[in-house]
């Protein structure tokens, strides 16, 4: 389907732009740490360290600072007993940083690093996985629309542009309104490098740090009612852009000829109009995938996710501790957001530079 | 074609839009499992209790006469009554008070989008791959790439608390309120204004900001490139005349189009943007309702979205067409 020549563009594009490359690391870096979460993150990430029972009490450490001599401290207020008067009293306490949370802590003590790293499945997984989904509704949406043409495009073209009319962070929280009663629905993925860890199937030399996977969670909540809400709001995008390449290419001779030939119209949509309107689609697809990962952001934020160990239910987490000096807890997981769709954004830049010969060279526009 | 019936399909169009927006919250709430009354009747409540419960919401007649009546109260402007509050209108006062809050915010941080992108736009497409170009791009790929409310919550941690007014909680003035006192010769409640509203503005209007720059630079460059740039320089017209009499003029056409599809981004934002300033808006009843189950009041309010985005839209599709009578022909 990708033919030589789009293969010696992209690699000619890529050499020349430090944007595309630097785009590339960043997405490929992410997409890793999310896989092998278990293996880079230094802690389980639900695991709070609030001082009960034996446990130390590690909650509202700072991060570690980056200059050496100005270290951060954190200020965490704990209710004592007076042991003269037997009353309690509130007590704030310094907190300096700890070498084994780099990233510091949030509130119930749990590891910021630790967070991100799982964080970043969930955000990837629904970018991904909502991108394809609404590639998957949208574009033979659009393509039947196009190639039919007459009353039946104009008809899916309209029932497309009602979709339209709703901003989608309106549409998606309208949505989320309809399934909220139901439960958020959400699923554990069992994870595999943990399984493996536990049990003996593998030999636990093949998994690096074995031991340490071995007690990190066992699965991780993924949002399904997010990911079909992001789906649903976006695949009119897919079909206008489906639509537009089918409707050119419907005209081109090489349809009239296999339609001489004798093909049936399924078959000239998947070997002819398809491949030809592949380029445009994936470049749409990877614009979705950040924009999706922003509004995965924006509905985990709102509390409409149905897990909590997201980046954007991260940062309303952190919220309360602005104005009262423990300000990492809300900055870091935006951080990483910010990573993530500046990485997605670049490499779209990139695809379109590559895949567009109108504005090849040029990498500005939207 | 003719602009007047181009005019006439591009609304008729818009109706059928808003009409289709319309069916489609209407059946959202037939998708909505459970049944309303059980969620709003007290848990002790009898069957008399909830069926004059039911039939007050309407809710015992059948779908297709629930649904004209739907329609035809929308048709006159009758947006229903809240399902929680039942004797208070949907559009009673303080929605209007919210839905103005929501519009000044909306409008500020489009103004402040304006205002920083053109020029920013203009400035990196003149001097490009030079500091200032790469400023620019850089500016403009962070700012479509974060969250806003992250941008609110750092906004409020690195401004707003050292200078110890954080504009959220009591809602600030209404800007009618503000002139009308300013010109009672009080200048302080505009002052109020401008303080509650720079830092939610400045949020808002960040996306846009990248974006409008991001546009305006290769819509520049684009425009340079063509044969009557280099025949204004030939004859020897100042620089400035050329980029902002023709280039400027010319890129900006295109980029109105854009901006009106990308409205709903605005919207949007403006949504997330009240919840982290807690501006009393109408993005922050949304969520308030959605909590509440409030359905006919989400109803209207996302019906009241829809209608002034597609407005919105066709007011920008038809002065597009009449600045630029090409595409009346597409």
Redesign the interface.
């Known amino acids: 389907m990708i033919s030589d020549r789009v293969k010696a563009s992209l690699k000619r594009e890529f050499y020349q732009s430090r944007a595309a490359q630097v785009g590339l690391a960043l997405v490929v870096v992410i997409i890793l740490t999310a896989v092998f979460a278990p293996m880079v993150a230094p802690h389980d990430p639900n695991t709070q360290r609030v001082g009960t029972g034996d446990a130390e009490d590690r909650s509202d450490l700072p991060p570690l600072s980056p200059i050496p001599g100005y270290e951060f401290t954190g200020v965490s207020e704990q209710t004592e007993v007076d042991p003269e008067t037997g009353e309690f009293e509130t007590v704030t306490v310094e907190r300096p940083a700890d070498r084994s949370y780099p990233l510091g802590t949030n509130g119930r003590g749990q590891d910021i690093l630790s967070r991100l790293i799982y964080g970043a499945r969930v955000s990837m997984l629904v970018g991904l996985l909502g991108a394809g989904l609404a590639a998957l509704v949208g574009v033979p949406y659009g393509l039947v629309a196009g190639y039919i043409g007459g009353r039946l495009d104009d008809g899916l073209m309209?029932?497309a542009?009602?979709?339209?009319?709703?901003?989608?962070?309106?549409?998606a929280?309208?949505?989320?309104?309809?399934f909220?009663?139901?439960g958020f629905h959400t699923t554990e993925l069992p994870d595999p490098f943990v399984a493996a860890a536990q049990s003996d199937t593998v030999p636990n030399i093949l998994i690096p740090r074995a031991d340490h996977v071995a007690t990190m969670p066992e699965a991780t909540t993924f949002p399904v009612t997010v990911t079909m809400v992001v789906a649903l709001v976006n695949w009119v995008w897919f079909a206008r852009i489906a639509r537009g390449e089918a409707l050119s290419i419907r005209a081109e001779e090489y349809v009239t000829a296999a339609r001489s030939l004798g093909a049936s119209n399924l078959t000239i949509l998947r070997k002819h109009v398809l491949p030809n309107a592949i380029t445009p689609i994936i470049v749409l697809a990877t614009i979705q995938v950040?924009f999706i990962i922003?509004l995965e952001?924006?509905l985990s934020?709102?509390g409409f996710s149905g897990t909590d160990l997201t980046w954007?239910a991260d940062?309303q987490q952190g919220?309360n501790g602005?104005?009262s000096g423990r300000?990492w807890i809300?900055?870091m997981?935006?951080l990483a957001?910010?990573a993530a769709?500046?990485g997605v954004?670049?490499l779209g830049d990139w695809l379109r530079d590559a895949l567009d010969p109108g504005?090849q060279g040029?990498?500005?526009?939207? | 074609m003719q602009y007047g019936r181009f005019l006439l399909r591009r609304v008729v169009?818009s109706l059928?839009?808003?009409w289709?927006?319309a069916?489609?919250?209407f059946l959202?709430r037939f998708?909505?499992?459970?049944d309303p009354v059980t969620?709003l009747a007290p848990p002790d409540a009898g069957d008399e209790v909830r069926d004059a419960l039911r039939q007050r919401l309407g809710l015992d007649e059948p779908v297709h006469v629930q649904y004209f009546e739907y329609i035809t109260d929308l048709m006159v402007a009758d947006f229903g009554k809240s399902m929680e509050v039942l004797d208070r209108s949907v559009l009673d006062w303080i929605f209007w008070t919210r839905f103005l809050r929501s519009v000044e915010l909306a409008v500020s941080a489009t103004l402040i989008a304006i205002a920083i992108a053109i020029p920013l736009g203009v400035i990196s497409a003149r001097r490009r791959h030079t500091v200032s170009d790469y400023g620019a791009?850089l500016f403009s790929?962070?700012g479509?790439?974060?969250?806003n409310?992250?941008?609110g919550?750092?906004l409020?941690?690195l401004i707003a608390?050292p200078v110890g007014f954080?504009p959220t909680g009591t809602p600030g003035p209404l800007l009618h309120e503000a002139v009308g006192d300013l010109f009672a010769g009080d200048p302080g409640t505009l002052g109020d204004w401008l303080r509650f509203m720079f830092l939610p503005a400045l949020t808002l209007g960040t996306y846009f900001t990248a974006?409008i720059t991001?546009?305006t630079?290769?819509?520049m460059?684009?425009e340079i490139g063509k044969a009557y740039v280099k025949a204004s320089r030939a004859k020897g017209l100042p620089e400035t005349l050329t980029m902002y009499r023709h280039v400027l003029r010319n890129t900006l056409i295109p980029i109105v189009t854009?901006l009106g599809l990308q409205?709903?981004?605005?919207?949007?934002?403006a949504?997330?943007t009240e919840?982290v300033f807690e501006w009393n808006g109408l993005g922050q009843l949304?969520?308030e309702r959605?909590n509440a189950?409030d359905?006919t009041m989400?109803q209207g309010i996302?019906i009241i979205?829809?209608i002034g985005?597609?407005s919105i839209n066709t007011v920008v599709d038809l002065l597009y067409a009449y600045l630029d009578p090409r595409v009346i022909d597409e």
């Open positions: 309209r029932a542009d009602v979709m339209l009319a709703f901003p989608s962070l309106v549409l929280i309208a949505l989320i309104g309809v909220q009663d139901t950040a922003l952001a924006s934020f709102l954007g940062i919220r602005l104005s300000w809300s900055t997981p935006g957001i910010i769709v500046v954004n670049l504005i040029e990498s500005g526009g939207v | 169009h059928f839009v808003i289709g927006a069916t489609v919250v959202l998708l909505t499992p459970g969620v791009t790929l962070g479509i790439s974060t969250p409310f992250w941008l919550l750092m409020i941690l608390v954080i974006l991001r546009l630079r290769s819509g460059l684009e854009i409205l709903g981004t605005l919207i949007g934002g949504i997330i919840t949304l969520i959605i189950r359905w989400i996302v979205i829809a985005f597609v």
